[in-house]
Structures are given as structure tokens and as C-alpha cells.
């Protein structure tokens, strides 16, 4: 997120947001589409994908249960010619074996160049196309009894996804997600049964500007967002899933929340701008709803409506809107939720375990 002088900082917010929600909201009256109505864009090399002689399955419409269905048919070595064949389709196919993904998304990679080529990891989405998207695993998903999908917000990109936003290596949405999955290894549950995804599989605002303030990248992202947990439900139907989010990623999970699976037990929204309702029972969804917001974070001064598919609606750590308040009082900023040593990073590591909170730490 951009930042303001020292002085003046919360005013200069808080007429920017108001300026954008208030004084710009008769222009905007289109009402936005709902986000499954939302056009996917195909990843590289569909139309070579679709043209190929075995009749290979539409990775946009087809579901991805029946994409799994169909890649079963494939003995390994087809899949993993397939993988070399067509890397960008594979690497992003929802319902693909993971080990298939990371193979096919390596190869993507390589071929991508600096700044994606020599990076480590396992990468179940990657995509240079705009801004890039990327999704990061830490853990063994195909053994995971318990999966957390961390969404970053504003500001990040594939580009960035490394090194965090402004070159600040705690802003980096791998790091956050390294930190998050390293953390859980301390507690009782075995680590080969937890795994960490963390998703950026939309494009996300630049800062707090009028991108920032509708919900039409939220949209995109919250479809696309539906499709990826349906894809892993497909993976692993018994495992139970935890959502993260981050500050506009918070508004993606609150806009794709009453279409997302019922393995999803938790949603976490910290640092966020609203997630698109006044109250958590509007979210339309069975998972218990957490939130968390530093008293020294930029985003309490959001004005919380939602007009006209501008504002995000209330804030998700006020009392009135019906979340599970998590501690954040430690937190110096908006950037440092998930900073080891930190309240918040302590609950948010239990809730994407277990799905309970944990006490203050002393």
C-alpha cells in the first residue's frame, strides 16, 4: 500500500477514499456482475490446447472435477508429455495433480526469464501475462489433512512476489507465506499434514486509488478464487481449508465467500478494507469468520460503505459487523500482520491449523 507523510496522513486517506467513494459514485452506476458471471481469461497456449487431436478438455469452462476425471485416463508419461507440450495450460489447470503443476509451471518459468527463472519453490499457478500471477506451496498438498490459501492485496504482483512490494522483504508474499507455514511446524500437528498456499491469482490494485476503492478486480479475483479451492477440494475432499486475506485480498474471499466449497471452515480477514457486506452473516457462508485490524493501521479510516460497487462495505474487526476479533495491537502498520513475534501472526497460524484462536501471547 502506498504510505503519507507523518503529517496530515490520515486526513490526505481519508479524502482521497472519500473523494473516490462519494464524489466519483454517480459515474460508476453500473451495478457489478456477480463473480461467477465473471470472464476467465485462457491461459497461454489454449488455443494449441484445444486444437489438439485427443479433444483435450476446455481449461476455462471445463469443471475441474471432470478435468481430474479426464488426466486419471493418462498414464504418467502422457501427463508429463502433455505438461511439455503445453506448460501454461497444465501449470494453471485447476484439478491437475499438483506434482503435474509444479513440473509444467517449472518449465513456464524457465522460459520466462529473469526474475522467475532460478526461483526455488513449488508453484501450482504462474502466469507473466500484466501483472503476473503466481501461486506458492509450502508443504505437501497431496498429503495435507489441513490447507491454508493466504491472498496477498494491493500492490503486489508476479514481479514482486519474491522480494515484496517497495523491495521490502517482509511486504513479500512468499516470505509471508514461508513464515506462516514454518510457524505451524512448532505446534503438535504433523507437518507433512498442513500446507500453505499462497495465491495471487488476480490482479490486485496498484495502491489507494479508484481501482482500490471498486470491486471489479475483486470480482475477477473472487471467481478465480472459487475455481483454485474447488481445485484442491477436488485434490484433497476430506481436507479442511482456511482462507487468508490480506487487505483487498480480504474484499476477494468476502465477494467469493458464499460460493466457495464447504471444506472451507475458516475465513481470516486482517488489514482489510471491508469484504464487501455490512455483517458477516451477509457473506452467505458456514465458516467462522475472524478479523483483525492494528489500531495504527491506515485502513480504519476507510470510509465503511459500499454504493454503487464502490467501498467494501463495514470494517470486519468493528464489533457490529459479527467476526471473531483476533489480537493485533502489536502491530506497528498495515504491512506487518503476518511478522513472526507478532499477536496477530500467532492467531493467524492457529486459525489456519486448527480453526480456533489462541491465547494472548505474554
Same mark, same amino acid.
Given at each position: 500500500?502506498?504510505?503519507?507523510?507523518?503529517?496530515?496522513?490520515?486526513?490526505?486517506?481519508?479524502?482521497?477514499?472519500?473523494?473516490? /467513494?462519494?464524489?466519483?459514485?454517480?459515474?460508476?452506476?453500473?451495478?457489478?456482475?456477480?463473480?461467477?458471471?465473471?470472464?476467465?481469461?485462457?491461459?497461454?497456449?489454449?488455443?494449441?490446447?484445444?486444437? +489438439?487431436?485427443?479433444?483435450?478438455? #476446455?481449461?476455462?469452462?471445463?469443471?475441474?472435477?471432470?478435468?481430474?476425471?479426464? /488426466?486419471?485416463?493418462?498414464?504418467?508419461? @502422457?501427463?508429463?508429455?502433455?505438461?511439455?507440450?503445453?506448460?501454461?495450460?497444465?501449470?494453471?489447470?485447476?484439478?491437475?495433480?499438483?506434482?503435474?503443476?509444479?513440473?509444467?509451471?517449472?518449465?513456464?518459468?524457465?522460459?520466462?526469464?529473469?526474475?522467475?527463472? #532460478?526461483?526455488?519453490?513449488?508453484? /501450482?499457478?504462474? #502466469?507473466?501475462? &500484466?501483472?503476473?500471477?503466481?501461486?506458492?506451496?509450502?508443504?505437501?498438498? @497431496?498429503?495435507?489433512?489441513?490447507?491454508?490459501?493466504?491472498?496477498? !492485496?494491493?500492490?503486489?504482483?508476479?514481479?514482486?512476489?519474491?522480494?515484496?512490494?517497495?523491495?521490502?522483504?517482509?511486504?513479500?508474499?512468499?516470505?509471508?507465506? =514461508?513464515?506462516?507455514?514454518?510457524? %505451524?511446524?512448532?505446534?503438535?500437528?504433523?507437518? =507433512?499434514?498442513?500446507?500453505?498456499?499462497?495465491? /495471487?491469482?488476480?490482479?490486485?490494485?496498484?495502491?489507494?486509488? $479508484?481501482?482500490?476503492?471498486?470491486?471489479?478486480?475483486?470480482?475477477?479475483?473472487? %471467481?478465480?478464487? =472459487?475455481?483454485?479451492?474447488?481445485?484442491?477440494?477436488?485434490?484433497?475432499?476430506?481436507?479442511?481449508?482456511?482462507?487468508?486475506?490480506?487487505?483487498?485480498?480480504?474484499?476477494?474471499?468476502?465477494?467469493?465467500?458464499?460460493?466457495?466449497?464447504?471444506?472451507?471452515?475458516?475465513?481470516?480477514?486482517?488489514?482489510?478494507? !471491508?469484504?464487501?457486506? +455490512?455483517?458477516?452473516?451477509?457473506?452467505?457462508?458456514? %465458516?467462522?469468520?475472524?478479523? %483483525?485490524?492494528?489500531?495504527?493501521?491506515?485502513?480504519?479510516?476507510?470510509? &465503511?460503505?459500499?454504493?454503487? !460497487? $464502490?467501498?467494501?462495505?463495514?470494517?470486519?474487526? @468493528?464489533? !457490529?459487523?459479527?467476526?471473531?476479533?483476533?489480537?493485533?495491537?502489536?502491530?506497528?502498520?498495515? #504491512?506487518?500482520?503476518?511478522?513472526?513475534?507478532?499477536?496477530?501472526?500467532?492467531?493467524?497460524?492457529?486459525?489456519?491449523?486448527?480453526?480456533?484462536?489462541?491465547?494472548?501471547?505474554?
Amino acid at each position: 500500500m502506498i504510505r503519507f507523510a507523518r503529517s496530515g496522513w490520515r486526513s490526505s486517506l481519508f479524502t482521497c477514499l472519500t473523494g473516490v /467513494l462519494i464524489s466519483l459514485a454517480p459515474a460508476a452506476a453500473v451495478t457489478l456482475p456477480p463473480s461467477g458471471a465473471v470472464r476467465m481469461t485462457p491461459p497461454v497456449g489454449t488455443a494449441a490446447w484445444l486444437a +489438439d487431436a485427443r479433444r483435450l478438455p #476446455d481449461p476455462v469452462r471445463t469443471d475441474p472435477a471432470t478435468i481430474h476425471r479426464f /488426466l486419471s485416463t493418462l498414464d504418467p508419461e @502422457e501427463q508429463r508429455g502433455m505438461a511439455a507440450t503445453y506448460p501454461d495450460v497444465v501449470g494453471n489447470l485447476d484439478g491437475a495433480p499438483p506434482a503435474l503443476r509444479y513440473e509444467a509451471n517449472r518449465r513456464a518459468m524457465a522460459a520466462a526469464g529473469p526474475p522467475y527463472r #532460478d526461483q526455488p519453490g513449488q508453484y /501450482l499457478l504462474f #502466469d507473466p501475462r &500484466g501483472q503476473g500471477q503466481v501461486a506458492q506451496v509450502f508443504g505437501d498438498l @497431496e498429503r495435507a489433512d489441513r490447507i491454508a490459501v493466504l491472498a496477498p !492485496g494491493a500492490g503486489n504482483r508476479a514481479g514482486n512476489f519474491w522480494r515484496g512490494v517497495g523491495g521490502k522483504r517482509f511486504r513479500s508474499p512468499s516470505a509471508q507465506g =514461508e513464515n506462516l507455514y514454518r510457524s %505451524a511446524r512448532s505446534h503438535t500437528m504433523p507437518a =507433512e499434514r498442513f500446507a500453505v498456499v499462497v495465491w /495471487l491469482g488476480y490482479d490486485a490494485p496498484d495502491g489507494i486509488d $479508484l481501482s482500490a476503492a471498486r470491486e471489479d478486480l475483486a470480482h475477477t479475483g473472487a %471467481a478465480a478464487l =472459487e475455481r483454485f479451492v474447488t481445485g484442491l477440494t477436488v485434490l484433497r475432499p476430506r481436507a479442511t481449508i482456511a482462507l487468508l486475506g490480506y487487505s483487498y485480498g480480504s474484499t476477494v474471499i468476502g465477494i467469493a465467500a458464499r460460493r466457495l466449497p464447504i471444506q472451507v471452515t475458516d475465513i481470516a480477514a486482517f488489514g482489510s478494507p !471491508g469484504m464487501g457486506v +455490512d455483517r458477516a452473516a451477509e457473506l452467505g457462508t458456514r %465458516a467462522r469468520i475472524w478479523a %483483525a485490524l492494528s489500531p495504527r493501521d491506515n485502513m480504519r479510516w476507510v470510509p &465503511g460503505v459500499h454504493v454503487r !460497487g $464502490l467501498g467494501h462495505g463495514a470494517q470486519p474487526a @468493528e464489533p !457490529g459487523f459479527g467476526a471473531i476479533v483476533i489480537p493485533a495491537d502489536d502491530v506497528p502498520n498495515h #504491512d506487518h500482520y503476518l511478522t513472526v513475534g507478532t499477536r496477530s501472526q500467532a492467531s493467524l497460524t492457529s486459525i489456519a491449523l486448527f480453526g480456533t484462536d489462541v491465547p494472548e501471547m505474554p
